[in-house]
């Protein structure tokens, strides 16, 4: 009986760090997107923005990594456009998703150039695990 409740005393905490980096980092995106014309009814419409929109967006993203690398590994392009494709289909599928959501969901309303500016920065960031794969 010990054990049950140890694990649901670790997904319980679990959970709860999950959301708690979730909600930051949507934080810190509603705050750049902020500057640029993102306008919000609360700090629960950002969350579920940023949730939404990474759901939806993650297939294209895996995809938008996948054809670049199978590009570069078959010697079809170089390492640089190899990079450079993968920045234009990361922050385009990105792009694509929040506009998505955004369009859906009345309680937020992003700017073309607060989607792009944000899309960008995530493309950036994924570049890193791009990189060194």
Known sequence: MKNIYAKIASYTILAV??????????????VIMGVFGFKYKSFKSIVLFFVFSGILGFPMEVLSKAIPKSLLKMGFINKK???????????????????????F???????????IIISIILALFSLDGFDKT
């Open 17 to 30: 760090i999950f959301i708690i980096v979730i909600s930051f980092l949507s934080a810190i995106g509603g």
């Open 105 to 115: 969901m009345t309680s937020v309303s992003a700017s073309d150039i607060s989607i």
């Open 81 to 103: 456009p190899a990079i450079a494709l993968f920045m234009l289909l990361d922050a385009s599928s990105s792009a694509l998703a929040m506009t998505v959501v955004d369009f």
